[in-house]
């Protein structure tokens, strides 16, 4: 026992001595509590990933976690208007600390609902140099040239590619800023000989590729929607959805691209999963993944006895052509803000000083376990591999683009996707051409849209009707699981669900 309280006591004094600040307070300082409200989207996860180092060197701070899952886990099946229910959350538990993303954090600037940070930031002469420039940048344009948040990490996708591969077959590697043109051109230079069980491909995904996988990151990063949510229009019959069509599907017939048979890996040991993941196996020439793909690298080499390393590079891109510059794969998921008017907002903004500082960038950067940090300089690489690329490209978003889809019905969705991959089928199997699955797809579509819209109205008519007397609420809203396979990839998961518009 007396062991376990001299190595506790410790550790107390190291954390004092890492977060600063614990010998140097004044005395009635210490004396003094405080409270602070915070949203976040669990209690537990919040704890592990910033309140707990927090409260290591604020420990007159006593924090209250509000958790939105609430607007997604009761929603019965009935439709829900996500930004309502949102907004409603907020009013209702007038939280300190507002959680936000890239998608509502201007509608809450513009709505007066957040503190200008600015002014705290020049009082406290906080350094805002070594943040991600890109991030600082983004958050003034939504906000009217004003800071109203930070976040400490940010999710992007860039081209990692094996380089003893290209240097066997004598093939140029990758550069930053490559289109998605460039970047299948060069798959098809890799050989297509072999079986499938030993031979090398040129392109493919951690968790398999398929032509319409393909023709959806390529119109991703064009910013391409197959519908218009304000007009109501399905508008996937253009030039711009045709060429990128025909590009995926010739990609896709030149076998230079890794199709898994069937639906690929479904259960099984770590080590027919990580067998089963041909970049991490050195039999994938490219590959267009987060950077999570360096921490599977790293647990594989770990893990598989005759596992057999290889030198990875990561350029920037894929991008658009038209902008060169900028990434529309850069995702903000965790945003935090102080709610204006808080009578809190001295502990709330201790609070996001410290996530966004660099003492708790450099504790997070020995795993990287959510996302990139925003915080530059701190970490350089992560397993030998440098980390530069994924700064260099600006984010580019979609103003309220998540926002928009929810206005669509989910039913409408459920019967898309059959008639799109029916008529995609056809044209792979030189059945049809593009063009002509394209317009089927499109006016079919049509109709779908027309009747979900239509039977969602007269749903919520009903509704409006039957709850007359009652409190006005809005009910919660709710969210389809996500089954994560390896530790550590819940965010990468999480934000592949997202892209539904594109």
């Known amino acids: 026992m007396r062991r376990n309280w001299l190595h506790k006591g410790i550790l107390v004094v190291l954390a004092c001595m890492v977060f600063a600040g614990c010998t140097s307070r004044p005395a009635q300082e210490k004396e003094q509590t405080s409270s602070l409200k915070v949203m976040f989207w669990d209690e537990r996860y919040f704890f592990q990933e910033y309140g707990d180092l927090f409260a290591i060197g604020h420990p007159n701070v006593n924090i209250e976690v509000v958790s939105t899952n609430s607007i997604y886990n009761n929603s019965n099946g009935e439709p829900v208007d996500y930004e309502k229910a949102f907004s409603e959350f907020v009013e209702k ?66 081209i990692f590619y094996n380089a003893d591969l ?37 392109f493919g995904a951690q968790y398999g590729m398929s032509m319409e996988n393909l023709a959806s990151s390529i119109a ?83 893990s598989l006895k005759d596992y057999k390393p290889f030198q990875i590079g990561v350029a920037a891109g894929p991008v658009d052509p038209a902008d060169p510059q900028s990434s529309r794969n850069i995702n903000f998921n965790e945003i935090f803000a102080i709610r204006a008017n808080s009578p809190n907002a001295d502990a709330a903004w201790e609070f996001i000083k410290f996530i966004n500082g660099e003492e708790f960038a450099r504790v997070k950067s020995r795993t990287m376990n959510n996302g990139l940090l925003s915080r530059m300089g701190i970490v350089k ?13 600006k984010p580019k978003l979609d103003q309220n683009a998540s926002l928009s889809y929810e206005k669509i019905p989910n039913d409408f969705y459920m019967q898309y996707q059959p008639v799109l991959e029916r008529e995609l089928k056809l044209a792979q199997e030189k059945k049809k051409s593009i063009d002509e699955a394209l317009q089927t797809v499109q ?55 997202g892209n539904s518009g594109e």
Not at 95 to 119: A, Q, R
Not at 131 to 144: D, Q, R, S, V
Not at 176 to 202: C, I, S
Not at 381 to 393: C, D, I, R
């Open 443 to 497: 006016d079919e579509a049509q109709v779908l849209l027309d009747k979900a819209v239509k039977d969602e109205a007269a749903k919520k008519s009903s509704g409006e009707s039957a709850d007359t007397g009652t409190s006005g609420e809005s009910s919660d809203a709710g969210t389809d699981g996500v089954i994560v396979i390896e530790s550590g990839s819940a965010d990468d998961a999480a934000n592949s669900t």
């Open 381 to 393: 690489e992560y397993n030998g591999v440098n980390l530069e690329p994924f700064y260099k490209l």
């Open 93 to 158: 538990e007038q939280p300190d600390i507002v959680l936000l993303d890239s998608s509502n954090y201007d509608k809450f600037v513009t709505d007066g609902k957040l503190m200008e940070l600015d002014t705290l930031i020049e009082r406290d002469k906080y350094d805002t140099e070594t943040i991600y420039p890109a991030l600082i940048e983004m958050l003034k344009e939504k906000g009217g040239g004003k800071l109203y948040g930070l976040s400490p990490n940010f999710n992007e996708s860039a």
């Open 220 to 302: 991703s990063a064009q910013g391409l929607q197959f519908l218009n949510p304000d007009t109501m229009k399905v508008t996937i019959n253009t030039d711009s959805w045709k060429q990128t069509y025909k590009l995926a599907m010739d990609a896709v017939d030149s076998k230079a691209v890794y199709i898994p048979e069937g639906n690929g890996f479904q259960g099984g040991t770590m080590e027919e999963y990580y067998k089963s993941q041909l970049f991490v196996m050195g039999r994938m020439a490219m590959a267009v993944e987060s950077l999570y793909m360096l921490q599977d690298l790293k647990q594989a080499q770990d």
């Open 166 to 202: 290209f240097a066997k077959y004598g093939i140029e590697v990758p550069h930053d800023g490559m289109t998605w043109q460039e970047l299948l051109d060069l798959a098809r230079r890799f050989p297509t000989d072999g079986d499938k069980d030993t031979r090398v491909y040129g």
